[in-house]
């Protein structure tokens, strides 16, 4: 299912959260977790513990995000960019935000995900280019989820850059 259209990519990048699974970690809103998470093992930690999932690389611009189970129906024909192995459990509510807003978190700014049952997920990126009804591109960003009865293992690789165009181009608006 779309989140949402023309969404930037503050510092490059988006976050998918978990808004209990962050907070597990000792984050309360208005703090800085963008800090730890980048000079430190804490960003490793979220995303192995399942609490979040970057996709950092991105070129600047505006996206098309999606978060649909593994069964629905695709906005890509072809994926440019796959990136399996991701963990996510839902505890409560998700949330998606360009990076650079960790800097102060405030999940209640960012855009809400309609959330599926709780429980693990094991979730692969999909990202890539299609045009859009007005004739230019539609960059999209989407979160493909699969249910899992017990907890998956962790096997993402963490720097994987999700540059759709290798940085040459910025998406239209």
Not at 53 to 70: D, F, H, N, S
Not at 153 to 164: E, H, K, N, V
Request: charge should be negative; include cysteine; proline fraction near 8%.
């Amino acid at each position: 299912m779309k989140i949402a259209e023309n969404v930037f990519s503050e510092l490059w990048g988006f976050v998918l959260y978990d808004v209990e699974g962050l907070a597990s970690m000792g984050f309360a809103p208005g703090d800085d977790v963008l800090t730890p998470f980048t000079q430190t093992s804490a960003g490793d930690e979220a995303c192995a513990e399942g609490n979040a999932i970057p996709v950092m690389g991105v070129e600047a611009g505006g996206y098309t995000l999606a978060v649909r189970q593994e069964h629905e129906a695709s906005l890509l024909t072809t994926p440019a960019l796959v990136s399996p192995g991701w963990v996510l459990r839902v505890r409560s509510e998700l949330r998606v935000s360009g990076l650079g807003y960790l800097a102060r978190w405030q999940p209640a700014s960012a855009l809400p995900v309609p959330a599926p049952p709780r429980g693990w997920y094991e979730v692969t990126l999909h990202g890539g280019v299609v045009p859009s009804q007005d004739g230019d591109e539609q960059w999209i960003v989407e979160f493909v989820m699969a249910h899992a009865t017990t907890r998956p293992p962790f096997t993402a690789r963490l720097d994987t850059s999700f540059g759709l165009l290798g940085g040459s181009r910025s998406p239209q608006r």
